[in-house]
C-alpha cells in the first residue's frame, strides 16, 4: 500500500494533464496540519472537452449499443483492476481524509464491488422487462440511459462512493463524468486511473469514463451544461440545493443525498453498554465526517446520567493516532478549515446555554478535534447538522417526547434505537422519519444490500442504493404491438 499522493490530475477524453486552475486555499495532511500543495481543479475549456467527449460517446452508442451481457465483461473487467489497487486507494484516502485505515479498508470492498454488483444487475436482466397483454401480445419495457451523466462525490469516502455511482451510470449506458470534492482528489483519480485502464484495454473511446477536479464552479459547468443529462451529487444542502436548481432548470433527473442530524433514542430498557456503544461509534466513525453520524443522543431522564457517564467513558478509551496506523481508532477531521467551522459549532451550542463533555485527549498537532457531547440546550438549536464528531444530548420522560425529539429536524437520512426488548423498539423505529431506522445497530453499512437507502426531508431527493441507483440513471421506454383495439369500438 502507499499513501504518497500523486499530482492532481483530471482525464479527458482519454488523456491526462495535470491541473493547474487554483481554487485558493492549501491542501492539508490532516495529521499533521502541514501543507501537501496548493489545491487545483481543471480548467474550464477541460470541462467543456470533457462533457462534448461524453456527448459524442453518447450519440455513437459506442457503449450503449453493446448488448447487456457485453457491457457486463467490460465492468468485471474494471471491478478486477480497482481490485488490484485497492489497498492504495484505502491508504490514500486514509492520509487525505484523516479516516483510521481500520475503517478505510473495510469501505474499500465497495471499490471492486460495485462494479461486479453493476454487471450483475445487467446479466440478471434488470434493465429489460416484458408484461402480457390480453391479447397475449408483450408489451417491452427497455431503461435506457439517459445520456452523459455527472457524478459529484464529497470527501469524506470520496472513492467508494464515486465507485458506486460510476458503476451504475456505466451500466446504464451512461458516458460518465466524476468530480470528486477538491479536499480529498486522490483516492478518486487512483480509482479513476484503474477504471480508464480497464475501458482502455477493452477498447472502448475515451470519452466513456472521465474525471476532473475543482470546486463549485466546476460543479456548476458541468451540472449547468444542457448536454449532462442525469446528476448524482452527495454533499452538503447548500451545494445540493445549487445543483436541484440547475437541474430543474433543464428538467433532468437529480439524485440528491445531502446529510443529516441523525438521532439515537435509547428507551429505558436498553443495556447500558450496548447504547454506551451506539453512541460512542455513532459519534466517530469515520471521525464524526459522515452524513448518518450522530447528531442527537435522546435519554430517557431517568437514566440519563448513567448512559452519559458510560458514553463518554467509551470514548475516552479510544486509540488516537496516526490514520495510517492500524490500531488508531480516531483521527483528525479533514482539514483546518472544517475543524474551525465544527468547533464554532460546537461553542454556539455552549453558547446556547449547553455544557460540552470531551473525554477524549487529543494531540494539539494537526486538525484533531475531541468527541463532544453537549448537553443542556434547548432542542430548538440544535436543528442543523454539524458534520463532526459533536452531537447533542436531550432528555425525555416518555417515549411519545422521544419520538418527537427524534423527528424534530428537517432532516431524515437516518436513525437509531436501541433497546432490549425488539418489538417494543421496531415499533418506536416505525415511527421515526427517517430513510432507514437500524435497532441495535450502528454501522456505516445498509440494512440489506438490496434494500433501497432513501431520503426524508432536507437530507436528499431520489432513491439510492444497488437496484436504486442504476435505475436512477435510466429512463423506461415502453414498446408493443397495440393490435386492433379502437376507442370507439370500430376496427
Known amino acids: 500500500m502507499s499513501a504518497r499522493p500523486e499530482a492532481v490530475a483530471d482525464l479527458v477524453d482519454g488523456t491526462w494533464a495535470a491541473c493547474a486552475a487554483p481554487l ?7 495529521a499533521t496540519g502541514e501543507p501537501v500543495g496548493a489545491a487545483v481543479g481543471s480548467e474550464p475549456a477541460r470541462v467543456e472537452a470533457a ?4 456527448t459524442a460517446v453518447h450519440e455513437s452508442a459506442a457503449w450503449s449499443g453493446l448488448p447487456a451481457a457485453a457491457r457486463a465483461d467490460v465492468l468485471d473487467a474494471v471491478a478486477a483492476r480497482v481490485e488490484a489497487v485497492g489497498g492504495d486507494i484505502a491508504a490514500i484516502e486514509s492520509f487525505a481524509t484523516g479516516v483510521p485505515i481500520s475503517q478505510t479498508m473495510p469501505l474499500s470492498v465497495i471499490l471492486g464491488g460495485a462494479f461486479r454488483l453493476a454487471a450483475m444487475q445487467l446479466r440478471e436482466g434488470w434493465l429489460s422487462s416484458a408484461m402480457p397483454r390480453e391479447d397475449g401480445r408483450l408489451a417491452h419495457v427497455d431503461r435506457l440511459p439517459w445520456g452523459p451523466a455527472v457524478c459529484v462525490v464529497p470527501w469524506n469516502a470520496p472513492a ?10 456505466l451500466a ?5 463524468i466524476v468530480k470528486p470534492s477538491e479536499y480529498a482528489p486522490y483516492g478518486t483519480q487512483l480509482l479513476a486511473r484503474a477504471v480508464h485502464e480497464a475501458l482502455a484495454g477493452a477498447g472502448l473511446p475515451g470519452g ?4 476532473v477536479h475543482g470546486d463549485a464552479g466546476t460543479g456548476a459547468r458541468l451540472v449547468g451544461d444542457p448536454r449532462v443529462r442525469a446528476v448524482s451529487f452527495t454533499g452538503g444542502l447548500a451545494g ?3 445543483v436541484a436548481a440547475a437541474c430543474a432548470y433543464d428538467v433532468k433527473p437529480v439524485q440528491l443525498e445531502l446529510g443529516g442530524n441523525n438521532p439515537l433514542v435509547v428507551l429505558p430498557d436498553a443495556d447500558t453498554a450496548t447504547a454506551a456503544r451506539a453512541a460512542a461509534d455513532l ?3 469515520l471521525n464524526g465526517q459522515w452524513c448518518r453520524a450522530l447528531g442527537r443522543l435522546i435519554l430517557p431522564a431517568g437514566r440519563a446520567a448513567e448512559l452519559l457517564d458510560a458514553t463518554l467513558e467509551r470514548l475516552a478509551t479510544l486509540r488516537v493516532g496516526a490514520p495510517l496506523d492500524p490500531e488508531t481508532d480516531f483521527g483528525p477531521l479533514v482539514h483546518s478549515g472544517h475543524r474551525d467551522q465544527v468547533i464554532a459549532a460546537r461553542d454556539a451550542l455552549v453558547g446556547h446555554g449547553g455544557t460540552a463533555h470531551a473525554p477524549l485527549t487529543v494531540p494539539e498537532r494537526g486538525n484533531h478535534l475531541s468527541p463532544t457531547l453537549v448537553t443542556g440546550v434547548d432542542p430548538a438549536h440544535t436543528t442543523d447538522e454539524i458534520f463532526g464528531p459533536v452531537a447533542a444530548v436531550h432528555t425525555y420522560e416518555s417515549v411519545d417526547e422521544a419520538v418527537a425529539l427524534a423527528n424534530g429536524t428537517p432532516y431524515g437520512l437516518e436513525a437509531y434505537v436501541t433497546g432490549t426488548d425488539e418489538e417494543a423498539a421496531l415499533a418506536v423505529a416505525r415511527r421515526l422519519r427517517a430513510g432507514e431506522v437500524k435497532v441495535n445497530g450502528s454501522s456505516v453499512m445498509s440494512l440489506h444490500l438490496f434494500t433501497p437507502r432513501p431520503a426524508w426531508g432536507l437530507s436528499g431527493y431520489s432513491e439510492e442504493g444497488t437496484a436504486e441507483t442504476l435505475r436512477f440513471f435510466t429512463n423506461p ?3 408493443g404491438v397495440e393490435g386492433g383495439f379502437a376507442l370507439h369500438g370500430r376496427p
Open 51 to 54: 462533457v462534448a467527449a461524453a
Open 283 to 285: 459519534l466517530t466513525t
Open 240 to 242: 445540493g440545493r445549487a
Open 208 to 211: 466513456l469514463f472521465q474525471l
Open 172 to 176: 446504464a449506458g451512461c458516458p460518465t
Open 24 to 30: 485558493g486555499f492549501t491542501l492539508q495532511d490532516p
Open 160 to 169: 467508494p462512493m464515486a465507485a458506486h455511482k460510476a458503476a451504475n451510470a
Open 477 to 479: 421506454r415502453v414498446v
